[in-house]
């Protein structure tokens, strides 16, 4: 049986009263691994914020785990990798460790001393995405594959149950990105955690996830990536002069 | 003269703790700004005949307010926003002095700091406000950070990014007014920023910067006024100063 985790329906959003996203209807089911593509300035960004509840809706309804996302307050079980999270860390002086423990953070706590429960659940996430050797590294010696590897574990150290990502491998090198992919993969799979992906790099998406939504202020299509990407849909997505270049994986 | 190392002690304390978390977020001119805010608040005072620091305490927070909202609004650069507070400081304050004919003896010590003109119920303010910014820092610690690292992510979290932020800039206002007396107006930036920057030049996680800055602050506050007071020097030009070598050193050593 599935489980609808993120709803929206008749969503309509603005900026400056210029219209972004315009009449958006998805489902999103416990264990979908959805990529999120478009040209720039589609909406996807804006999409991703809206489903946080960073953006407000001009109109049209955002739930989350079944409750009306202005009822909703379970935001632990939502974890965030926003794009560019590395770009603000030059002088930043804080550990991997540190900023692994930051998403132990939520609204239900007042005090933020660690506790056994959360050293553990620190060092899982490490474990997780295979950075726990690292921990007493600054953040800021990293590599762009690292620190993406560090933000991730930020986002599980809450055990959400959904994980958001935005531009995840953006100034990351081919080889880390393609051990991403694959962690990715990984945590969708055994640990049943809901993804969605916004990319870019539609290639790469369309390898990856098991369902894609291509959005132009609009869904344009949804679907499985075989039958999303087929004929010339994308010709008239992006044009005459697009090529797509399919590696083998 | 123990009376202000009894103050020194308290600001050379919490200025880095709240310096810290201003230095990562680009925020470090908060403080100088603030600084000279806090001169219309000793003006007020002064011409009120009452103890300045409670008159700066009111003005600096009530500004730091201000620059918050400004700031949030995301109307005007955060930077720009701090640029018309600085001036305008300044400006409020030769207006209310030139207003009240000059008073010129006290205000000297007021921007540059003094040890021997601080009152005893000033010392007692001092460290009732400073243990309470202390308690506030390490009560919203994570939150302070989590907010500085990353405002997005720790709203989504479900942290009261707003109400951090709110605080931490009414602690920096406290900070400032509580600290004028000892290094004085004009000063009181560099001591929120000097100590934490060259700690961060060696420091190899936050928590141990904020160690590392309050140790650093102490040692150069209680080295200062013990210069300050046997050569007959101002205190605050002789903490900035004494900071600022101290940072050279580090910096220097850091390089090799």
Redesign the interface.
Known sequence: MSQIQVELQNVNTAYGGEPILENINLKIDKGDFLGIIGPNGSGKTTLLKTI???LSPTSGTVSLFGKNISDF?D??K?G?V?QK?GS?LV?????V???V???R????RW??FETPKDERAISDALEAVGMFPHK?R?LGELSGGQQQRVFIA?ALA?HPELLLLDEPTVGVDSESQAKFYELLKKLNRDMELTLILVSHDIDVVAHEVTTIACINRTIVSHGKPKDVLKGDFMKKMYGENLRMVVHGH | MWRAFEAGLVIALIAPLIGNFLVVRRYSLIADTLSHVALSGVAIGLILGTSPVPTTIVVTVIASLLIEWLRSQNRIPSEAVLAMFLPGGLALSIVLISLAHGFNANLFSYLFGSITTVRQDEVYLILGLGLITLAAVVLLYKKLLYSSFDEESARVSGIPVSFVNVSLIVLTAITVSLAMRVVGVLLIGALMVIPVVTAMQVAKSFIQSMYLSIVLALSEVFLGLFIAYYFNLPAGGAIVLLSLLVFSVVAGLGRK
Do not use: C, M
């Open positions: 946080l509840g960073l307050s935001w632990q939502v965030y926003p999270a603000n002088r930043f002086p804080i550990t460790w540190e900023t423990s930051l998403g953070l939520n609204s239900k005090l933020d007493k600054l930020k809450s």
